[in-house]
């Protein structure tokens, strides 16, 4: 697809109800990421019966899980480059429009249709890795958490790229614009900061946030 201004709405479809499905807004995001959150701890509570305390501690580590798998979909599905002009258009369709748009706000934030198939696709691949432990029923308190991670990411990204920063989390802003415009190849990370520096994919020193030298929006 053609690079346009990155401030211009992208086009990923011919078809107009198609190009809809991959639009959203933080409210449609919200309402219906939120509603599935409680649904699935209602069955892990109510359904399957499962202790608060349990259900509790798995959200809690599944939240922070999310932010590995944050850095490693980001870092190795995201960037993947390929020569199959099918993986390429799914690249493209995931992550690379946000590239040539990063101020497409219709698109900052997953939509609720491809979102909740890639949600399921996830819960059955949890489910099975539960259930070679014999406890599938955990999946039921796991995911939650893991999908309120993605939320929380979801919407520091949005805001990165469409309010200026509250001071203490400017540190977060400049290492995602660094991204964006000078090191697609580091600062993987957009909630955190965590995992680039265990992984050694921090910008150059002088760059980081707190230094001279900083990316500009």
């Not at 900061?193 to 001279?212: C, Y």
């Amino acid at each position: 697809m053609e690079k346009t201004n990155p401030t211009k709405e992208a086009r990923l479809f011919k078809n107009d109800f198609l190009n809809s499905l991959t639009k959203t807004t933080p409210l449609t995001s919200v309402v219906v990421y939120f509603l599935v959150i409680i649904a699935l701890l209602y069955v892990a509570l109510v359904t399957k019966g499962l202790p608060a305390v349990t259900v509790a501690g798995l959200f809690v580590f599944a939240f922070f899980f999310w932010t590995l798998a944050e850095y490693l979909l980001h870092r190795y599905l995201f960037h993947w480059i390929s020569d199959s002009k099918i993986v390429m258009r799914m690249h493209y369709l995931m992550h690379g429009v946000h590239h040539d748009h990063p101020r497409d706000e219709s698109r900052l934030l997953m939509p609720p249709v491809p979102g909740l198939i890639m949600a399921s696709l996830l819960f059955l691949i949890f489910y099975l890795i539960f259930l070679l432990f014999g406890q599938p029923q955990l999946t039921w308190a796991f995911f939650p958490g893991f999908f309120a991670g993605y939320l929380m990411y979801s919407f520091v990204h949005f805001s990165i790229h469409k309010f200026k920063p509250p001071e203490f989390l400017k540190p977060l802003w400049i290492h995602h614009n660094l991204h964006h415009y000078k090191y697609p190849d580091k600062a993987f990370g957009v909630s955190n900061t965590f995992w680039d520096r265990v992984f050694g994919t921090m910008p150059p020193k002088d760059e980081r946030p707190g230094k001279k030298r900083t990316a500009s929006k």
